[in-house]
């Protein structure tokens, strides 16, 4: 499995799409924490980094579909799929390999992020006065999110050999479960269970962590949707249906 | 017996790939598995390696339960893909050391220059896979075969596409490679089996239509060639002129 692991992480490295990939995300979060108006801390006047958990799992939805777009489908449309299958390796030494291969890459592209902190840290009105616990839960809560949206990336470059429908099914997954639940529940018609309709999108669980309340239902949550997708992943390549 | 077969089927949707074949290949013999396209020969080699599974009847290699013991089975086969499906971004060294790697070898180092030196990769050890040609390409897809010594070897079509010279080498590599191994491998070309092969399988349309020695076999059609054995047993697949 280690050996997958690092071969996922040193192919995604050896192209230039990695640089694209992460070096955007980085862009991205640095103009709307720092630039845009209606975001920028500079402007707000509070010393948060609010602004900076509220678009990363926006910008998750397409960086991490993108990094993980090629991990299976690749692998089957140039037929190396069977190279690594018909190896002394188990489907869930694979699956798993390229699953934390790819969550690798993504704390890779987030750990740069901690220098905002460490910028926020120092431009308080007093020096350090930043609500510490509250980062620290919000980025737990970035990287379980994270880990849900690897987990459908991966299932989503299994059923196809396509890299671009692959990237397609992974950011509608993505984006379907973060905030169609949510958007769902607000339904009139749908009232009565809004509560639980609500409980079943990622958001819901996302905020309650990133507020720094570790609930274990919410780790639940997290660990209980990677492992159905992971799951769902290990069905659909066992069938060799393709 | 390294390999045993029997009545292995198997099913594509409605379609039987493969029906009910039985055949056993010994150690220390090259068996050609031979058949028009579409018979069923990669259908065959995959289950031996337990990539797909066998709708039913029962396939062991080396003893081991080609759908219960999987890993085992893996462990003991050198199996080249048609096609030989390769990462081209990757150096040829760093190909054989991640294939290394998955088999878990002690000596790594010792076991990739040994192979290199066997498969005649020398002058290209130092390029990444995409920049070879298609011949050096089958080399290393037939160096990562063979990296874990394995007992048996499936190869399918490992001389497509391959210039005279390189067909020779790599012909003399299969002999050599079958003397203290089973190997298993499948080809288009009759000559080439008729030079390298021990015993000859032919499958047609998912059926077996002739499991002998290669000996035998030109002695139950005296004075034909394997090619002209060969057309007159799956010739019903030919285009009518």
């Not at chain 1, 890779?108 to 620290?136: K, S």
């Not at chain 2, 893909?81 to 050391?97: I, M």
Request: with cysteine; aromatic share 10%; net charge neutral.
């Amino acid at each position: 499995m280690l050996t997958i692991l690092r071969k996922e992480i040193a192919a995604f490295f050896s192209s230039l799409v990695a640089y694209i990939i992460v070096g955007i995300f980085l862009a991205a979060t640095g103009l709307f924490l720092w630039v845009f108006p209606d975001s920028a801390v500079l402007d707000y006047g509070y010393a948060g980094l609010d602004s900076l958990f509220d678009i990363a799992p926006y910008l998750f939805m397409f960086l991490i579909p993108a990094v993980t777009m090629r991990s299976i489908a690749e692998e089957k449309k140039e037929g190396t799929f069977e190279l690594l299958a018909t190896r002394p390796l188990t489907d869930w030494q694979i699956i798993l390999g390229k699953y934390f291969g790819s969550l690798a890459i993504v704390l890779m592209a987030m750990a740069p992020t901690l220098i905002y902190y460490f910028t926020v840290y120092e431009l308080g009105a007093t020096r350090g006065n930043v609500d510490t616990g509250a980062v620290i839960g919000s980025y737990t809560g970035l990287f379980l999110l994270g880990g849900i949206f690897v987990a459908i990336g991966i299932l989503a470059s299994a059923v196809t050999s396509n890299q671009v429908v692959a990237f397609t099914i992974a950011v509608f997954l993505s984006f379907f479960l973060f905030s169609g639940f949510d958007s769902l529940s607000r339904l009139v018609s749908l009232q009565q269970a809004d509560t639980l309709i609500a409980a079943i999108g990622i958001m819901e669980h996302y905020q309650s962590v990133s507020r720094g309340v570790l609930d274990t239902r919410d780790l639940v949550y997290f660990a209980s949707f990677t492992l159905f997708f992971l799951v769902i992943t290990k069905t659909v390549l066992g069938g060799r249906k393709w | 017996m390294s390999i045993a077969v029997e009545h292995l089927t198997k099913l594509f949707g409605q379609q039987k790939a493969i029906d009910s074949i039985s055949f056993r290949a010994e150690p220390g013999k090259v068996m050609g598995f031979l058949g028009p396209n579409g018979a069923g020969k990669s259908t065959t080699m995959r289950i031996l390696t337990s990539f797909i599974p066998q709708t039913s009847g029962r396939a062991t290699v080396c003893g081991f339960d080609v759908a219960r013991e999987a890993l085992e089975v893996r462990r003991v086969v050198g199996y080249l893909p048609e096609h030989n499906p390769l990462y081209p971004e990757l150096y040829v060294k760093e190909s054989l050391g991640f294939v290394a790697n998955i088999h878990g070898l002690q000596n790594k180092r010792q076991r990739i220059s040994d192979v290199i030196g066997l498969t005649g990769l020398g002058d290209e050890q130092h390029k990444k896979i995409g920049q070879l040609s298609k011949g050096y390409r089958q080399r290393v897809g037939l160096a990562q075969a063979i990296i874990h010594d394995p007992k048996v070897l499936i190869l399918d079509e490992p001389t497509s596409g391959l210039d005279p010279n390189q067909l020779s080498g790599i012909r003399k590599l299969i002999r050599d490679l079958g003397a203290s191994r089973t190997v298993v491998f499948s080809t288009h070309i009759m000559q080439e089996a008729e030079a390298v092969c021990d015993h000859i399988v032919i499958i047609n349309k998912g059926n077996i239509v002739a499991d002998d020695a290669l000996s035998s076999l030109r002695g139950v059609h005296p004075g034909r060639t394997l090619e002209e054995i060969f057309i007159s047993l799956t010739g019903s697949n030919a285009i009518a002129h």
